[in-house]
């Protein structure tokens, strides 16, 4: 490819980002933006219209910047759950669906009782609209479907940029319903509701699907030459973020991707019976951006900090004895039905006065929570936590601390969803800064861990 400027564009579910990167692997620029879901035709939805126009105007300052070398291309990455239906004149069928809406318990059990094994597709029974497969469901029993094309929503954006639909397996392969890992290909339950054929056509994630349109092209500034790429899911970008670096690359490791969601990918480098990882407490398999397949193991770990108003995206171990001494500790689960401990009811035990003492508390949780989800998966060797959360010196020591037998790295900032994004299309690009090693605390948590666990092992 031409060593120009490259922009991705990233859509999360709490934030959006569009970011403007050097061929080698320098950010010069970048922008974020809240998200809001909107109410729409009865039911919760994402704002397309707002983050659209956000990243159209965000481009437009980009291609006013000043760079080494012209933006050559655009790649675009979502979070998973989410998917687009198209018109035949490019408006929407139906407003994309914001997948903690909870999709009524009466429609929700209609579709389970039609769901595949989870040995078929490696995708746990979830809550609201986690699976696909529900939303499609939902939406196919109100006549939204009729004469959709149906897109991820990274391949949403893609097609916002070039005019040109596509889906890839990234997105279609995470906790959807609709992927079959194994067989590389769309689930039995995909085919039998027609929902397949109503896909846009697959790209590989690093392809480029077309160039700017020209419209857009005018409004922003960009050459209407720029290519667009068809994208990924994002965690599936922060694997590849982590793979660009030598202690990780072609290893046993894991990578704990940090942010609204913690979701643990493991690559393994024996062989591993997916259909063995416990559905029930919220393992899956993920799809690379090569099609293979990854253990996985989540929770809601932003989200829960948030409903526990904790700010632990700090350095400094503030709090940490006062807490450990006074055996103060909260309980899974914040975010009811996901997680390691998806039956488990949340709440404090003996919860401390001082902010400094609640933010360390919930750091533990975290590490307690996260190590939890790690040993579902066999996850061992080498660590690599990655994300907003990887600041957190309580949280990445502890974890350090519960998995001795593990080395555990926390990665520098550009070392992201973004950077992952990037290495798509340079594959042989390495982080500029080299992975942190995470030292344990000088404190033994083997007697706090059990405890918590005695606390909830009533749930399991």
Not at 78 to 94: E, I, M, P, Q, T
Not at 179 to 186: K, L, N, T
Not at 322 to 345: E, S, T, Y
Not at 384 to 403: C, D, P
Request: aromatic content about 6%.
């Amino acid at each position: 490819m031409d060593r120009g400027s490259i922009i991705v564009v990233d859509v999360g579910k709490t934030l959006s980002k569009v970011s403007l990167w050097s061929s080698a692997g320098r950010r010069l620029a970048c922008e974020t933006r809240a998200n809001a879901p909107v109410d729409a035709d009865g039911y919760r939805a994402l704002d397309l219209a707002a983050t659209g126009e956000w990243i159209v105007e965000t481009l437009a300052g980009f291609a006013a910047h000043p760079v080494e070398a012209p933006v050559e291309a655009i790649v675009p990455v979502a979070h998973g759950a989410a998917l687009v239906g198209l018109r035949a004149d490019g408006g929407l069928a139906f407003a994309p669906l914001d997948y903690e809406w909870p999709i009524p318990l009466a429609i929700l059990a209609e579709y389970r009782a039609q769901r595949d094994p989870f040995a078929v597709t490696g995708s746990p029974a979830l809550p609201g609209g986690l699976n696909l497969g529900s939303q499609l469901h939902y939406l196919d029993g109100r006549g939204l479907l009729d004469g959709a094309t149906l897109l991820p929503l990274a391949q949403y954006w893609a097609w916002l940029l070039s005019g040109e639909a596509r889906s890839e397996v990234t997105s279609l392969g995470c906790h959807s319903d609709l992927w079959a890992p194994e067989a590389g290909d769309y689930s039995p339950l995909a085919r039998r509701r027609g929902w397949a054929e109503r896909f846009a056509p697959l790209a590989r994630a690093g392809e480029a699907v077309g160039t700017l349109r020209p419209e857009l092209a005018r409004r922003t500034g960009l050459s209407p030459r720029v290519r667009v790429h068809a994208g990924l899911h994002d965690s599936n970008a922060a694997l590849l973020a982590a793979r660009g670096f030598p202690e990780i690359a072609g290893r046993e490791a894991t990578v704990l991707s940090t942010g609204t969601w913690f979701i643990a990918m493991r690559s393994p480098q024996e062989p591993v019976d997916t259909a063995l990882l416990p559905e029930d407490r919220d393992c899956l398999v993920n799809v690379d951006a090569f099609g293979r397949a990854v253990p996985s193991a989540r929770f809601m770990g932003g989200r829960e900090l948030e409903l526990l108003g904790a700010r632990i995206d700090h350095t400094g171990t503030a709090g940490l004895a006062d807490v450990l001494h006074a055996g103060a500790m909260i309980l899974p689960n914040q975010v009811p039905d996901c997680g390691p401990f998806p039956r488990a009811v949340g709440r404090w035990i003996d919860r401390p006065a001082d902010p400094a003492d609640q933010a360390a508390a919930a750091a533990l949780y975290a590490a307690l929570m996260a190590d939890a989800s790690l040993g579902l998966i066999g996850a061992k060797e080498r660590l690599l936590v990655e994300g907003r959360f990887a600041r957190s010196e309580i949280f990445v020591r502890a974890l350090a601390t519960l998995r001795p037998g593990t080395r555990v790295f926390a990665a520098a900032d550009e070392a992201d969803v973004s950077f992952g994004a990037l290495r798509l299309l340079l594959p042989d690009l390495a982080p500029e800064r080299a992975l942190l090693p995470v030292e344990p605390l000088d404190r033994d948590l083997a007697a706090y861990r059990a405890e918590w666990l005695d606390d909830i092992e009533v749930f399991l």
